[in-house]
């Protein structure tokens, strides 16, 4: 995995955006439903206002260096006031050092205030994340004294780095977020000719200048923006978008695969311990693909994840032989030993660097961000696993890891992780209810999940069948706008050779009146409502940016049962709708007092990405199913 040393600039001004120059970034192990709805994004007043942010950077010739640090916040708001009233400078201990040179508050009245020693501390990392985790990353603290609005704080800090990741290269990404107001933004570039350092810049004014006193290339760049642009829910990643400035002294993106290839490959030696293993493990086994299976879950169930920050850790994994040894490691070390054991078997495999966030976009220089996790590639059947998903079968791989650009370091080429397929990311469901003659309502279903929707209901449920239960139940009871009792009925989420399933049996209490003339919209009870919670999960009117969309089908089907001295008289018809890769119908037919309903939904996306028709497209859909799921059942 790749992991973070932070060498973070400028650190949350507001919001989560923020302009950092990174060399390393967490391998963060998470599995996200991604939802369709965005919000409305508008220019609006900052509570806070960056009013000087200047950054003075000095390479030497091999890749260490000195940055320098100049920021003045203005705080507008009191709403401002907790996140603007400290700065919080990470960095790593054995490789960085870091100096205040000063740091002030300006009070309303314009009068200074300096930071007193004892508000500058220095404090381990943080793992208050819950996740296990070795680090020697440090964490600058700087307290600012009398906060209020209308307040500024000022400090100017130093950054020296000694010993980069990479000898003898230079790599850093600096990205003005949307979210943060940047008045008077600098950035200042001088190298020693002799290391080669390539800039892309975008939507930054400026550009290389005359060379400095003693032959350094010099560059320098400024940005301005007025007011703030807000985040809109699911939208793709502010880097994908966002002016910045990328300086790399690599070549292209496979010069920094061959750098990290060149410290990793002998971590994947095949040891007399590796060829044991891997033949304990395949024992019985002769088929390569399923060899291939069995070796992928034994490193994701028996190594366990473990972050790792130590010197070096960022880019360099441990050996398979200490992986084995230990029983922990991080996503590098998980992904170091697959491959050691899949080659024990004559299988080949590659790392392949991926980013787990909303990032789409390969960068054209090569800087470690926006890629933050290592998987596997097998070339052999052209598939992608990742050994930290526990809960991923063979060959899938979680939402947020599809159709993303990857650097293949073992193979010296680009790749990109399969697209979802609405045919294979599926959800199906079957719901019986009896309704009893007072309107109380007893039901059961069944749901069956594959693909990535596999993945995320595997922990999306975990604890459900637990003493959690109840409290589980009553919650999703409220988010239906139902009550009464239930149960959940899991298959296990650590048995991978099945589809994962779950079990619901349930009482609610009457959604309409008994006896009696009525009507009633038959509810899903425990159910999973795919359906539902897509078509009151409403998109804005407006959106201005590309959101992550999925593709996927959705099959539900209830069984209705009235009381037999009911008499119906009226049932919805069926829809049939099918535009812009949005296919859906459903259907009503009735047995004696017995309704049955069937709805197919099936989306196809050419990527992971949607634009604005896209989405005016899902708008139109919307509105079909709202109308639909509002379809009533007259009785009487």
Same mark, same amino acid.
């Given at each position: ?28 192990? $998470? ?13 609006? @007043? ?58 002030? !508050? ?209 880019? /360099?994994?441990?050996?398979?032989? !200490? ?12 992904? $170091? ?29 090569? /800087? ?21 998903? @526990?809960?991923?079968?063979?060959? /899938? ?28 990311? $599926? ?19 069944? !749901? ?124 919805? @018809? ?19 007092? @017995? ?42």
């Amino acid at each position: 995995m790749l992991i973070p040393f932070l060498k973070i600039t400028v650190k949350k001004i507001l919001s989560n955006h923020f302009l950092i120059s990174e060399y390393l970034v967490i391998c963060i192990l $998470t599995f996200i439903a991604l939802p369709y709805a965005v919000a409305d994004s508008q220019n609006i @007043e900052a509570l806070s206002v960056v009013e000087k942010d200047i950054t003075d950077v000095f390479v030497r010739a091999d890749g260490s260096d000195d940055e320098t640090i100049e920021r003045q916040v203005l705080i507008r708001s009191q709403l401002a006031v907790d996140t603007s009233s400290q700065v919080d400078i990470p960095y790593l201990n054995n490789f960085q050092t870091i100096k205040v040179i000063e740091a002030y !508050t300006i009070t309303p009245e314009g009068k200074k205030i300096f930071v007193g020693k004892d508000a500058i501390r220095t404090v381990d990392g943080d793992s208050s994340d819950g996740k296990s985790q070795f680090s020697d990353v440090k964490h600058r603290i700087i307290i600012f004294p009398n906060v209020s609005p209308g307040s500024k704080t000022y400090y100017k800090a130093v950054i020296s780095t000694s010993k980069p990741l990479f000898p003898g290269h230079y790599f850093v990404r600096y990205w003005f977020g949307p979210g943060t107001q940047w008045q008077n933004s600098e950035i200042n570039l001088s190298h020693d000719p002799k290391i080669p350092l390539q800039v892309d810049a975008r939507g930054v004014n400026g550009g290389k200048i005359a060379m400095g006193p003693n032959g350094e290339v010099r560059y320098r760049f400024s940005y301005q923006s007025n007011g703030i642009q807000l985040s809109e829910p699911n939208q793709i990643a502010d880097s994908d978008f966002a002016p910045h400035v990328y300086i790399s002294s690599f070549k292209d993106q496979l010069d920094m695969a061959r750098a990290y290839e060149l410290r990793a490959k002998d971590k994947y030696q095949v040891t007399p311990e590796v060829q044991k293993l891997a033949d304990q493990i395949t024992s019985g086994i002769s088929d390569p693909k399923e060899q291939a299976k069995a070796l992928y879950f034994w490193v994701s169930k028996e190594i366990r994840y473990v972050a790792i920050f130590l010197g070096a850790g960022g880019v /360099v994994p441990h050996s398979a032989n !200490t992986i084995i040894k230990n029983r922990y490691g991080d996503c590098k070390d998980k992904t $170091t030993l697959l491959i050691a054991l899949l080659n024990a078997k004559g299988i080949a495999a590659s790392t392949a660097e991926i980013n787990l966030g909303n990032s789409y976009e390969l960068p054209k220089l090569a /800087v470690l961000g926006p890629f933050n996790h290592v998987i596997t590639y097998i070339p052999a059947w052209d598939i992608y696993v990742d050994p930290t998903a @526990e809960r991923a079968p063979f060959g /899938v791989l979680p939402l947020n890891e599809m159709d993303k650009p990857t650097v293949l370091t073992g193979l010296g080429k680009i790749g990109r992780t399969q697209k979802p397929l609405a045919d294979e990311n $599926t959800v199906s469901t079957n719901v019986e209810l009896i309704i009893a003659n007072d309107g109380g309502i007893k039901g059961q279903s069944h !749901t069956v999940y594959s693909g990535a929707e596999d993945i995320s209901a595997r922990y999306a449920y975990e604890g459900a069948d637990s003493t959690y239960g109840k409290h589980f139940v009553r919650d999703n009871l409220i988010n239906a706008r139902l009550s009464g009792t239930g149960i959940y009925k899991l298959s296990s989420a650590d048995d991978l050779s099945i589809p994962y399933s779950v079990d619901t049996e349930f009482d609610v209490d009457p959604v309409t009146n008994f006896p009696g003339l009525g009507a009633i919209s038959p509810p899903m009870g425990l159910a999973p409502a795919e359906l539902s919670k897509l078509a009151y999960n409403k998109p804005p009117q407006r959106v201005t940016k590309p959101v992550v969309c999925r593709s996927r089908s959705v099959f539900e089907t209830l069984v209705i049962r009235f009381p037999d001295d009911v008499k119906i008289f009226m049932i919805p @018809e069926g829809v049939l709708y099918r535009q812009a890769g949005i296919e859906f119908s459903s259907s009503y037919s009735r047995h004696g007092n @017995e309704i049955k309903i069937k709805r197919k939904m099936k989306v196809q996306h050419p990527s992971m990405i949607c634009d604005v028709q896209d989405i005016e497209n899902w708008k139109r859909f919307i509105s079909i199913l709202q109308r639909d799921l509002r379809g009533q059942i007259f009785y009487e």
